[in-house]
């Protein structure tokens, strides 16, 4: 195995460590491959030799909640096909909850790229939900104004900054030197993901910033382009080196659990509530609250308190609908937060 030749795919030390010493050095063990499509019957996955198709065991079915575009995983060949055996642990996932499961969005990233666009479409609520999946799953945010030719630029900014969030772009189609600060991203092997509502711009995007192989185009005319299968998701590489995941439109996005990543959101509240009489204060009408005696002389919004009020309960009520599955994912966050504090450690 060249394990050289899979860094501009992403590949690190990380995933190294998770094959079994003896595999990485025959010819005969499994092989590493990164999964750029998965489709309702084929998933293609790239690897030292180009893109493969690969096949998914019984065991890892339903596929969507089992495996995401942009996970590492290992194949052995087997009767002229390659067989999934493992899926190594990934730095960080998303996933979002959509009807009555999670569903997988992308793994292993160093940017969330989250597209919104300056015109009626902008909702700054929508974001704060997407700013809390960020969050949640440990994933740099990156919030992209698009389409500034159409609105008020410095009014959306102005909403924007008032989240969270340092890195913040505003970016025209028309007029390519507005994407020139985007490249500040592109550090061969990272991976970014672009998430945003359908028709913000995602794809127009990607396409002037990323240089795209023929691999983009092929993957895109196979689905008939945008009329995506919904569980599918497509990576791809630019000539940067950079792994792309461009993410269908979602019209809503329910949180799968996101306390953490939604009190970062609105971390202002977070760090007021330190100062109430009680610690499990609900900054309701309990005295010495610190969150309605910042109501109450101006210096936060009742607006702002009520979004915030909303998503954690939305929120816990999803996790008590499901309870035992939520406790198994919190696991598994929480030892990808941990393995994020080493994330800069590549190769
Ligand atoms: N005026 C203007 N139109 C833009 C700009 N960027 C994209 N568009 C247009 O917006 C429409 C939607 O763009 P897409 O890139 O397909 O949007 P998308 O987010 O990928 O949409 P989905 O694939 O449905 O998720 C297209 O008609 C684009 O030409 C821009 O900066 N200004
Ligand atoms: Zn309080």
Redesign the pocket.
């Known amino acids: 195995m060249n394990f050289s030749k899979l860094q501009p795919l992403g590949w690190s030390n990380y995933f190294l460590q998770q094959m079994a010493l003896t595999d990485t050095l025959t010819e005969n063990g499994p092989q590493p491959f990164r999964i750029s499509a998965i489709y309702r019957d084929r998933i293609d996955a790239i690897g030292e030799q180009g893109e493969q198709k690969l096949m998914c065991p019984d065991h890892f079915q339903p596929v969507s909640q089992h495996l995401a575009v942009g996970d590492w995983v290992l194949a052995r060949k087997r009767h002229e096909h390659l067989y999934i055996e493992n899926i190594l642990l990934a730095k960080n996932r998303i996933e979002r909850y959509s009807g009555h499961e999670h569903q997988l969005i992308a793994a292993n990233l160093d940017y969330l790229w989250i597209?919104t666009?300056a015109n009626e479409d902008f909702n700054l609520k929508r974001l704060q939900r997407y700013l809390a999946l960020a969050y949640e799953f440990s994933v740099e945010p990156v919030v992209i104004l698009?389409?500034?030719?159409?609105g008020d630029k410095e009014a959306y900014l102005k909403q924007i900054r008032s989240l969270s969030i340092s890195e913040v772009h505003a970016?025209?189609?028309?007029?390519v030197e507005t994407l020139a600060s985007l490249s500040a991203y592109f550090h061969p092997g990272n991976t970014i993901a672009?998430l945003?509502?359908?028709?913000?711009?995602?794809?127009?995007?990607?396409?002037l910033v990323a240089k795209g192989d023929q691999l983009t185009r092929e993957i895109r005319s196979d689905d008939g382009k945008?009329k995506?299968t919904t569980t599918s998701r497509q990576l791809f590489f630019s000539e940067q080196q950079v792994a792309f995941i461009?993410?269908?439109?979602?019209r809503e996005l329910q949180l799968p659990g996101a306390a953490e990543g939604i009190k970062q959101v609105f971390a202002e509240i977070d760090a007021l509530a330190y100062a109430c009489k009680f610690s499990d204060c609900r900054h309701g009408e309990e005295p010495g609250c610190a969150v309605q005696a910042a109501i109450t002389n101006g210096s936060l919004s009742e607006e702002q308190f009520a979004g915030y009020q909303k998503l954690l309960k939305e929120d816990a009520f999803l996790q008590r609908r499901d309870a035992g599955t939520y406790a198994m994912k919190q696991q598994q966050r929480a030892f990808a937060k941990m393995v994020h504090s080493h994330k800069k450690e590549k190769w």
């Open positions: 597209v666009s698009t389409k500034t030719d159409l970016v025209c189609a028309h007029q672009l945003g509502s359908s028709g913000v711009g995602k794809s127009t995007l990607v396409n945008g995506h461009d993410t269908p439109g979602m």
